[in-house]
């Protein structure tokens, strides 16, 4: 119990002016009076810095009057202070909303005067903006409309969605990529060029196809309009793990399509540098599903795995069909890959051994069809690993293999696997390489006839009787064998009058 003094001095009438509003300092027993003249404080702040005038740091008058709440034994959470919060938290909401708008519709139009938005095959509303109510969550306004554009129910851009759509040009990659709520970027089968503004300004003119990009402001092109909204730096084992000594960034993008944009050019590293943001930081994509970069004329080493960690784990589609990767595969990648159920990577000249691909324990469909790699197929690609049981794998293309090992082969070698486990193959091609051996008694007896498709072997060096058992189960023409060295066949092939074909 306080003393009779003490009480007295709470007593005494005080009062503290404001701008707008006022605070009247009561005795203890009328709290209630209290927090209402407080929470009409924060209301008249509020109706002050929405009408335009200089703003308030509301976070600060925020924080003493907790601290005084707290004091007088007024709870933060009791009705009354929520009210108040709410109506800050609204504001902030509220101009957070419009920054983020303005930005992202800032982004779109860059894109637009940088890659020919005028000779667009479909251009359909875009640089049309609906004035906005100024509520927030109207997806009727602004780029919602733009075709291609999908916003969400709050209205801010969701996806973007230009495949085969004439663009042509450079293009701001960072600031697309950078949107805070952005999850699927489709600008697939186009003409584009994807480069810093640094790029830009050190080329000649006369080498781009737009002259646009020259009244661009750099930090819309670059996306670091976005910096103090959304994008959330990460330290620690991230950053060391993508390379960014200075944290990274995260995006929200789930879905990435780019392949058979004609013009993106460089190595792997140089796509890095593109997508990283600046002051020493990288873009991490921690929801990063699919990923296509086929045809995009990518040259140079395969991805270290500093530069795979920032696309995450997260990965379960990839596709680097006809480019110039070059390099081996590290072991690690299978075991960082832990999702990856489609991989694609013919065309390129990737050599070396295939043993990374045998980490993949998720993998169900692998293209590496027109490599340079060398060596025999790993068991768990032949599903014979007792540790791993069978494995997922559908479809399995390792046909012409150009690389020439030490001992002076050309392709894959070793004994024709088996593949008598992958109870879910569909499709194997492993077509012109140097196979040998003979066709196994065993040989795809897991797999389901109805649902396989064909097998290509031809162009080895398999050899022998061919056995009837195996193979008598699917179509005549279900499997390849031309160009080998098969010298004769069992009399159940020859006499099955019940295979078609």
């Known amino acids: 119990s306080r003393s009779s003094s003490n009480l007295s001095c709470f007593q005494k009438p005080m009062r503290k002016s404001f701008t707008h509003g006022q605070i009247h300092w009561r005795n203890m027993s009328n709290k209630t009076s209290l927090a209402r003249d407080t929470a009409s404080y924060v209301k008249d702040i ?18 003493l ?80 409309s733009w075709y291609g554009i999908t916003c969400t129910s709050e209205g801010f851009v ?65 996306g670091r309009i976005f910096n ?57 994509f921690p929801r990063l599903s699919d990923l296509y970069l086929s045809g995009c004329r990518l040259h140079g080493d395969f991805p270290n795995m500093a530069q795979l960690a920032t696309f995450g784990s997260t990965l379960e589609r990839c596709s680097l069909d006809d480019n110039g990767l070059t390099g081996t595969i590290s072991t690690d990648f299978g075991t960082t890959m832990t999702n990856l159920r489609v991989f694609t990577a013919s065309g390129n000249d990737l050599e070396g051994n295939l043993s990374a691909f045998g980490e993949l324990v998720k993998i169900r469909h692998l293209n590496l069809r027109g490599n340079s790699f060398t060596g025999t197929i790993p068991e768990k690609l032949r599903c014979e690993d007792s540790t791993s049981g069978a494995t997922l794998l559908e479809k399995l293309d390792l046909s012409r293999q150009r690389g020439i090992s030490s001992a002076g082969t050309t392709g894959l070698t070793g004994t024709l696997p088996s593949f008598s486990q992958c109870e879910d193959l569909r499709r194997l091609d492993l077509s012109h390489n140097q196979l040998g051996g003979q066709v196994s008694e065993n040989f795809l007896q897991s797999v389901d006839p109805l649902i396989f498709e064909s097998a290509s072997l031809s162009s080895n060096l398999i050899e022998g009787e061919l056995p009837g058992k195996p193979l008598v189960r699917f179509d005549a023409d279900a499997i390849d064998l031309r160009d080998n060295r098969i010298t004769s066949l069992e009399i159940d092939l020859i006499c099955d009058s019940s295979r078609s074909g």
């Open 228 to 284: 103090e909204l959304y994008m959330e730096s990460m330290e620690g084992d991230t950053a060391a793990a993508s390379g960014g000594g200075g944290g990274t960034v995260t995006s929200s993008l789930q879905y990435i399509d780019l392949s058979e944009s004609d013009a993106l050019g460089g190595t792997f590293s140089n796509l890095m540098e593109i997508t990283s943001t600046f002051s020493s930081q990288f873009i991490y």
């Open 65 to 144: 009057i907790l601290i005084f709440l707290s004091i007088i034994g007024i709870s933060s959470t009791s009705p009354l202070f929520a009210q108040s919060s709410l109506r800050h938290r609204k504001l902030q909401d509220q101009d957070e909303y419009e920054k983020i708008r303005t930005s992202e519709q800032q982004v779109l139009e860059a894109l637009f005067t940088a890659a020919g938005g005028n000779d667009w095959a479909n251009d359909d509303n875009w640089m049309v903006v609906t004035a906005a109510d100024g509520a927030a969550g109207n997806a009727s306004n602004g780029v919602c």
């Open 158 to 222: 969701e996806k973007v969605e230009l495949s085969d759509n004439n663009l042509r040009g450079a293009v701001p990659l960072h600031g697309l990529i950078r949107m805070p709520h952005l999850k699927v970027l489709k600008l697939d089968g186009n003409s584009l060029m994807f480069r810093s503004s640094s790029q830009l300004s050190s080329e000649d003119p006369s080498e781009n196809t737009t002259t646009a990009t020259a009244s661009i402001n750099p930090a819309v092109w670059e």
């Open 46 to 63: 509020s109706i002050y810095t929405a009408r335009g005038r200089p703003k308030t740091n509301l976070s600060h008058h925020g924080g």
